[in-house]
């Protein structure tokens, strides 16, 4: 068992060493369905609340990444799904990009709607990103992958 938790640990700390030297600068968290919107100070928040069955799947999630990366201006996308419990999953994903993209421009490019995405934030330490992303890498219904075009 201690063997095999190392080869993670040692998984996770070269990828994230990997994907530290692609420049990742802005992130969000997609989550699929129920949940409630509301305005505060001329900006909307999203609470989650826990549906019946709101889990996205790996080939959906390729998808909306693959047209992510596909827009002009960003160079890679990276994408990692953590399971919250059976039912439910949600999404991290980071991109590089020289602009600052807003959630309207995401949804069209991802062609999903509006409501799945959550606010975006530049990342800050990328390094540290990338470590809280990877939190639960090779768990059960986990999944990471990276787009580019």
Same mark, same amino acid.
């Given at each position: 068992?201690?063997?095999?938790?190392?080869?993670?640990?040692?998984?996770?700390?070269?990828?994230?060493?990997?994907? &530290?030297?692609?420049? =990742? +600068?802005?992130?969000?968290?997609?989550? /699929?369905?129920? @949940?409630?919107? @509301?305005?505060?100070?001329?900006?909307?928040?999203?609470?989650?609340?826990?549906?019946? &069955?709101?889990?996205?799947? =790996? *080939?959906?999630?390729?998808?909306?990444?693959?047209?992510?990366?596909?827009?002009? *201006?960003?160079?890679? /996308?990276?994408? =990692?799904?953590?399971?919250?419990?059976?039912?439910? +999953?949600?999404?991290? =994903?980071?991109?590089?990009?020289?602009?600052?993209?807003?959630?309207?421009?995401?949804?069209? *490019?991802?062609?999903? *709607?509006?409501?799945?995405?959550?606010?975006?934030?530049?990342?800050? +330490?990328?390094?540290?990103?990338?470590?809280? @992303?990877?939190?639960?890498?090779?768990?059960?219904?986990?999944?990471?992958?990276?787009? &580019?075009?």
């Amino acid at each position: 068992m201690k063997v095999k938790q190392d080869r993670i640990i040692e998984r996770k700390y070269n990828l994230i060493k990997d994907y &530290s030297s692609m420049n =990742f +600068n802005w992130q969000s968290v997609m989550r /699929v369905k129920n @949940f409630k919107e @509301f305005l505060i100070d001329d900006k909307y928040h999203r609470t989650y609340i826990r549906p019946y &069955s709101s889990k996205m799947s =790996f *080939s959906y999630v390729d998808r909306v990444m693959d047209r992510l990366a596909k827009r002009k *201006s960003i160079d890679y /996308v990276i994408a =990692f799904v953590e399971q919250d419990d059976y039912l439910n +999953n949600h999404l991290h =994903f980071a991109w590089s990009c020289p602009i600052e993209l807003t959630r309207e421009q995401l949804a069209k *490019s991802m062609r999903t *709607s509006l409501k799945y995405i959550r606010d975006i934030k530049p990342i800050q +330490n990328e390094t540290e990103a990338l470590n809280y @992303f990877t939190k639960r890498l090779y768990g059960k219904g986990s999944y990471n992958n990276i787009y &580019s075009y």
